[in-house]
């Protein structure tokens, strides 16, 4: 089998808050997308006005 | 337009066709000044990861779908497919932010915005049915909770998630095929409709005024994939 | 004089001169919208989707390389009785009474119940059973029939075929009450107190045997045809005993874990279920036996709403009263600033 740098097949972390429980893999990647989309619509452009890309 | 053209079915279809999407329209080399931000890759983004989820997925299906789980070429093919998923969802997902925060379907783009959702919709039942033929125990567990939803709804009636055959069938060929078609649909009218103007601000006009270094496009509406 | 009818009138006359203003207005925009009669400027489309192509292609190769992906074994009815015999047995006894969750599940498998329904709408009901699942026969009967050389085993199914269902009925009542006491041998039998049981033990010690050996999932899986891609038959036995359950809440996959929108070890799973699964962890959802109807009702709802967005009045003029669009297209608005406008006093779209 490949051998994966990080060994991930271990029981996932949870992250608690009342009801809601969620493993910290799906956490992680909730929060990346919001980053990413925050920092799509915020990061400058290049070539802005008008100039080639 | 002769005599036999306006009979001629080919014809008729040739000249609604390229009426509707001329070449410069279908593979343009300019886009409108406004797109200037980055949230417009996510298009393009999401489409080249259904691509690689096909392409590696073909490569799983050349050597059958117990290969993965025998030697370690198949277990790489395996992965790239698995993450090609969670980047093309990741992908998706934001790009329907951006849109919806453009509110994209303004203009006549109302049937833009359907077929990418329901692109959506029909992508979720395509990667359910990838994993219930994982044939490992993730696919056990899946098959054996998921069918409840799909009996309450009567729908298990005709689509058993824990009968592999039918099962790979839909997930390597019949659903692929149907996602396949909505984004061919999706992108023909992007690229039909063109990219969503701005909102107007109250006596902004039409938008930025035309410098040197840009060019008005052809007909009307050439511009970008996302 | 009353003025009251008067002013009431004149108030829904000019909120009807309102609305019909808002919608010409709303209409105008969109015109406007149709068409980009503004600048362009020179763009690559091939070169950005070979990029794009590129970056995802890069980003799958080193995900696939620092975390490959899971692959946790199947469990097989061989494992599983040897692993936990005395839930294997007590399964198999409640399946052969039709006491299990598959025996006594409804459409479409059997006609035990009505399945689940939403107000009037029995959808399970209305399609029947299509894949029919007899538990005393297809877990049990038909398996151990096909054992052969063990003529004690054959009287012992002979016998309680033979026997009234009350009789059935009290030896497998008796003896799924003594396997809550039961314990594993170390050869992996199963050993109960004496009692009451008919040829259970018999019957049941042989179908032990021959699932330690791995005949029964061969017996599960070939029943109709030599070639076969239909596991339902050994995975709904399974999941009436506990070998799938307890693995599943070893990985986190349980519904009360938020499970379906997990995967197997820690690697992300599939977060874009999120909803779905929210609702079956709050009321009336969580505790309803219709529960699975009831999501998938709300969320065949809100999947409609999502597609028609455009056609939904304030859902669709979202994205003008919340100006995200200012972030998005300041660029543009930087280099055609408004001519003696104030800020911020934006048209309908």
Partial sequence: MTAAIFNLNHPAHTVHWHFFSMSVANVVVIVVMLVVFAVAILAPFPGHGGGER | ?226 | MSHEPDDSRAADSSEAVGRAGRRRERRRADEAAREWKGAYRPYDILREATIALGVVLGLALVLTILFSSPDLKPSTVQTWSRSDPVDFVTTATTELDDSSITGSYGPPYNHASDGQNIWFIHLAKWFGVSHPINTAQDFVLAPLRSITGQPALQTAVSTYEAAPANTQTTWTSAYEKALGNASAKPGGSVSVKPGNYGPLPTMMGSLLTFAQSGGLDGALLTSKQFYQTDYTKPLMFMSDGGVLVNRAMQQHLLGTQWGMMNETGSYPGQVWLWLYTFWYQIKPFSTSTNADILVLAVMGVLSLAFVLIPFIPGVRDVPRRIPVYKLIWRDHYRSAPPAGTSAGHTEEA
């Avoid at chain 2, 200037?36 to 996510?42: L, M």
């Fill in chain 2, 1 to 226: 337009m002769s005599s036999v053209s306006r009979k001629s079915w080919t014809a008729r279809a040739r000249e609604r066709a390229v009426g509707a999407l001329p070449p410069e329209k279908l593979l343009p080399d300019s886009q409108p000044s406004y797109m200037s931000s980055w949230i417009y890759v996510f298009g393009v983004l999401t489409l080249t990861s259904l691509i690689v989820i096909i392409a590696s997925g073909s490569i799983l299906a050349l050597k059958g779908p117990g290969w993965w789980h025998l030697t370690g070429i198949g277990h790489f093919f395996n992965s790239i497919h698995m993450w090609a998923v969670e980047l093309f969802f990741f992908f998706m997902v934001i790009h329907l932010w951006g849109k919806y925060w453009m509110a994209a379907w303004r203009g006549g783009r109302a049937r833009v915005w359907i077929t990418g959702a329901v692109t959506f919709l029909v992508a979720v039942p395509c990667a359910l049915s990838g994993y219930v033929s994982q044939q490992n125990f993730d696919s056990q567990w899946i098959s054996t909770q998921a069918k409840d939803a799909m009996n309450a709804a009567g729908i298990g009636a005709f689509w058993n998630l824990m009968n592999f055959g039918q099962m790979y069938s839909y997930h390597v060929f019949l659903l692929p095929l149907a996602v396949v078609a909505l984004v061919i649909a999706h992108v023909l009218l992007v690229r039909r409709h063109g990219i969503v103007p701005p909102f107007q601000l109250s006596g902004a006009g039409a938008g930025a005024k035309p410098t040197s270094a840009a060019r008005r496009a052809p007909d009307s509406g050439s511009e970008g994939t996302s």
